[in-house]
C-alpha cells in the first residue's frame, strides 16, 4: 500500500481541541505527542479501561519518548503497534463508554485508525460485556496529536487534540519562476 509522508506538526499551537467521550470522575490529564506515535498501550481490568499510555519517536535523534500512564494499574495490556512508524499518523479512534461501579468510564478501545491501516478489534477480558455505548472519531484530512481526559483508578474519560493537514510543498526548479513573478512581481512602495 502506498502512502504519503507523515506531514504532521507536533507543536499543537493551533490543534483542535475535542471535547472528551465519558464520565467526570477522576483528575484531568492531557498529554500532546513529541513526534510520531510508535505505539499505544492501554490495559483491562473488571471490563473496563485502567491506563492507557502513548510511546512517541523523536524523529531527530531516532530514541522512544514514553508518556506518563494515564489511569491506575490494569493486568492485560494490549499493545497498537503502529507497523509504518514514524510515516504512519493516527486519524481515528472508537471504542465504547459504559457503566462501573456506578461511574461513566470508557470500556473498551476497540479501533485506532491511520493513513495507512486500522488497528483492532480489541475488547475486554468480559469480550460482550464491555461493549456499551459506541463512540467513533474519524477525521479525514486531520491527524490525532494529542490526547486527554479524565482518569483515576481508571480512564474515565478520552479526548484528543487535532491537527489540519497541510500538503507537502515541492520546491522549485532554480529557472523557475514563482507565481508573483509571473504576475509582475511586488510593487515596491516608498513612504
Known amino acids: 500500500m502506498k502512502f504519503e509522508a507523515n506531514q504532521v506538526r507536533y507543536d499543537q499551537d493551533d490543534s483542535l481541541y475535542v471535547e472528551p467521550w465519558g464520565g467526570s470522575r477522576g483528575c484531568e490529564w492531557s498529554y500532546k505527542l513529541k513526534g510520531p506515535i510508535k ?5 483491562y481490568y473488571g471490563g473496563v479501561i485502567n491506563y492507557i499510555k502513548f510511546p512517541t519517536i523523536d524523529t531527530e535523534r531516532g530514541v522512544t519518548i514514553d508518556s506518563p500512564r494515564f489511569g491506575g ?7 497498537v503497534i503502529f ?3 514514524p510515516m504512519e499518523h493516527l486519524t ?3 471504542g465504547t463508554l459504559g457503566r462501573f461501579e456506578g461511574h461513566l ?9 491511520t493513513n495507512v491501516k486500522s488497528y483492532g478489534q480489541y475488547e475486554s477480558e468480559r469480550g460482550i460485556e464491555s ?4 463512540f467513533n472519531l474519524t477525521m479525514k484530512g486531520w491527524a490525532i496529536v494529542g490526547f486527554h481526559g479524565r482518569a483515576g483508578s481508571y ?21 523557475q519562476k514563482s507565481e508573483e513573478e509571473e504576475e509582475g512581481g511586488w510593487e515596491i512602495v516608498e513612504v
Not at 505505539?39 to 490495559?43: H, K, M, Q, R, T
Not at 494499574?73 to 499493545?79: D, E
Open 39 to 43: 505505539n499505544i498501550f492501554f490495559a
Open 73 to 79: 494499574n490494569g493486568r492485560r495490556v494490549s499493545k
Open 83 to 85: 507497523e509504518k512508524a
Open 92 to 94: 481515528g479512534i472508537t
Open 105 to 113: 468510564v470508557v470500556k473498551s478501545l476497540c479501533c485506532f485508525i
Open 131 to 134: 461493549r456499551g455505548r459506541p
Open 155 to 175: 480512564l474515565d474519560a478520552i479526548g484528543v487534540h487535532l491537527h489540519k493537514l497541510t500538503p507537502p510543498t515541492l520546491p522549485m526548479a532554480p529557472d
